[in-house]
């Protein structure tokens, strides 16, 4: 059975600084691209950044680049969301996602949703 588990998440006055986990199991771990998305109240999913374990390619959307940085840790099968200089427009639900079997061109570009396993989320708060 493939589970995601994030952790992590909490309230953080703007500004601040919060790492989010993913612990993944039932994957092989070095075959696979990661993903995080958030969800703000009233608004649609979004993606924030991806990683390929295969490839070493990563990608972060527009509004978090140069605050926040995805990393994995190959021998806990884990991955993170550095996320520094927290803006309360970062305020929503984070979800990590993983595709099994990660192709070459696997986080090339935008963040897409075509996601093979989903975390249940973790929330994060700033406040002004």
């Known amino acids: 059975e493939v589970q995601l588990v994030e952790s992590g998440g909490g309230l953080v006055l703007a500004g601040g600084s919060l790492r989010l986990s993913c612990e993944i199991s039932?994957?092989?771990?070095?075959?696979?691209?990661f993903g995080w998305f958030r969800q703000a109240p009233g608004k649609k999913l979004e993606g924030v950044s991806c990683i390929s374990v295969v490839t070493g390619k990563y990608y972060y959307a527009e509004f978090v680049k140069g605050r926040f940085t995805i990393t994995t840790d190959n021998a806990k099968n884990t991955m993170y969301l550095q996320m520094n200089s927290l803006k309360p427009e970062d305020t929503a639900v984070y979800y990590c996602?993983?595709?099994?079997?990660?192709?070459?061109?696997?986080?090339?570009?935008?963040?897409?949703?075509?996601?093979?396993?989903w975390g249940p989320g973790t929330r994060v708060t700033v406040s002004s």
């Open positions: 996602a993983a595709f099994e079997e990660a192709p070459e061109y696997f986080c090339s570009g935008p963040v897409s949703q075509e996601f093979d396993y």
């Open positions: 039932g994957i092989t771990f070095t075959g696979a691209g």
